[in-house]
């Protein structure tokens, strides 16, 4: 299975207009420190299927750099705008996708998306399907006030979880199919000493982590607040924008 990247920013992203600040100014050198909104591409292996979990506002020029064009489905983690409102610019690009969330997700997304029309599955936590030979669960994480889902992802061999937005405080049953992946790719929004209680900071993405004895830690969903990117790694295993990586 192989993993992309393909946005590591907040909401924000980075730079942040207007900002000045070290990894702002990183970015607009382009340093690694520039970060689209949040998407991910799995694939899984001889290329049978591909799947896009979220679809940032910045989804275009993501596609555009990894030159894709088709994709087996869509997975929709929660209703916030930076995860699903790129999807307008896809659909002159493919125009039947087949899109998965739970029900109240999909229903505010699809609201705000009322002129198109994707193939619309509504998927219960905790319940597996399968997109292009590979299997998912969504589960329930912490993120108020929205319904907000984790993915994790398996094609038999190898367990990718994804966090999504959430602070630490996830639910026991969800934490059960988090552990021991071999890929963890955790919300980390802030460096240590900024708390929100919607979001985990690098300590607490840590210390989840560590909690659920992932093989392999990325870091994503991060804000301009962490120092420049190269000087960031030195402390947190942060991700990259188009960072692919193969399990
Ligand atoms: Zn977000
Ligand atoms: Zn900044
Ligand atoms: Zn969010």
Known sequence: ???????????IGTPKIGCKCPACSDAHRGGRSRRMRFSVLLESDEDEGRVLVDTSP??????????????????WTHAHYDHYAGFGDFHRVQSHVDVYALKGTMDYILNYLY????????????QPFE????????????????????????????????????NLDIPAASLDLMRDADLLLADAIMPPGYN????????EATELAKS?????????HLSH?????????????????MMEIVL
């Open 131 to 166: 997109i292009g030979g590979m299997e998912f669960v969504l589960f329930e994480v912490n993120h108020p006030p929205l319904e907000t889902v984790g993915v994790l992802a398996g094609d038999g061999r190898k367990k990718v979880v994804i966090t999504s937005d959430t």
């Open 1 to 11: 299975m192989k993993v992309t990247l393909l946005g590591t920013g907040d909401a």
């Open 115 to 126: 002129f198109l029309k994707p193939v619309r599955h509504d998927v219960l936590a905790r």
């Open 225 to 241: 607040l962490y120092p420049p990117h190269e000087m960031a790694l030195k402390r947190w295993p942060l991700g990259h924008d």
């Open 58 to 75: 910045d989804l275009r020029w993501q596609l555009l750099k990894k030159d894709i064009s088709s994709v087996d489905g869509v997975i």
């Open 212 to 220: 659920l004895r992932a093989k392999e830690v990325r870091f994503t």
């Open 196 to 203: 929100l209680n919607k979001h985990m900071n690098a300590q």
